[in-house]
């Protein structure tokens, strides 16, 4: 008698990871192929703003911007196959309800890890980018590279980017019960610290005024409030279900 794979012993679960894994990193490595031949389009997007082309130091810094580029769009268009195949792994130990709780949230990750790519890049990117070029003015001759520019912007917009899953997150664990909505507004002030906190190691900022550490923390503030939100929206549905039951 065949066992179901509820039944697999550790050592078939690791293969099955090994196997997904596996999957996962063929996908990034042909997406990666071929986004990188778009990586130059990307940056000369991303650099259009420069009255003139940016300094690089020497061949390997242009690989690297190559690489780099490619990495990251291959991440974001593998995300939603990514986050498929952790979903077939967890999917036999999860009850039905909690099965297509995961499922129906795959497409969110992928629109809000971009909405954060965005956000960051049209918002937040330009708003430090100025505050620390002021905070140079008249002291330093300050000379952009496109390396460091890249590097900025991958401090400043992928991990707003991971941040933006916040919703997704609250709302799975609303969907399966771990989290309620009674217990977001009673931690509410604790959250808004540990997002302030988050966004002030994510970015790295240097000492900056007021008004800039208010544009950086208040949409973080806003993404807590619109999880509290679908969250009560999730925990509502779920109420009236049981009733109707």
């Not at 995961?102 to 708003?127: D, E, Q, R, W």
């Not at 997704?168 to 540990?194: D, E, N």
């Not at 549905?237 to 009733?243: N, P």
Request: hydrophobic share 55%; glycine share 4%; proline share 4%.
């Amino acid at each position: 008698m065949a066992r179901s794979k509820d039944e697999m012993t550790i050592v078939e679960h690791l293969v099955e990871f090994r196997r997904r894994f596996i999957a996962v990193v063929i996908c990034f490595f042909l997406v990666f192929c071929i986004t990188l031949l778009f990586a130059g389009e990307l940056y000369a997007y991303l650099t259009r703003g420069f009255d003139k082309p940016l300094l690089v130091l020497g061949p390997n810094d242009i690989l690297w911007i190559y690489i780099n580029l490619a990495s990251l769009m291959a991440f974001t268009v593998t995300l939603p196959f990514t986050t498929y195949q952790i979903w077939q792994f967890v999917k036999p130990g999860l009850r039905d309800n909690e099965a297509r709780a995961i499922f129906s949230y795959i497409p969110a990750t992928f629109v809000c890890f971009v909405l954060g790519l965005a956000f960051g890049y049209y918002f937040v990117s330009p708003a430090i980018l100025e505050v620390l070029l002021k905070l140079g003015e008249g002291l330093f001759d300050t000379q952009i590279t496109a390396q460091n520019y890249l590097i900025f912007l991958l401090h400043t917009t992928v991990p707003l980017a991971v941040l933006f899953e916040l919703p997704v997150v609250v709302s799975f664990l609303t969907s399966i019960g771990i989290i309620t909505p009674l217990f977001l507004t009673h931690y509410r002030r604790y959250a808004y610290f540990v997002l302030l906190v988050l966004a002030v190691m994510a970015v790295v900022l240097t000492p900056a005024d007021f008004i800039s550490d208010l544009a950086m923390t208040a949409p973080l503030i806003l993404l807590y409030e619109v999880s509290v939100t679908l969250s009560k929206l999730i925990y509502k549905r779920k109420q009236r279900k049981y009733k109707d039951k």
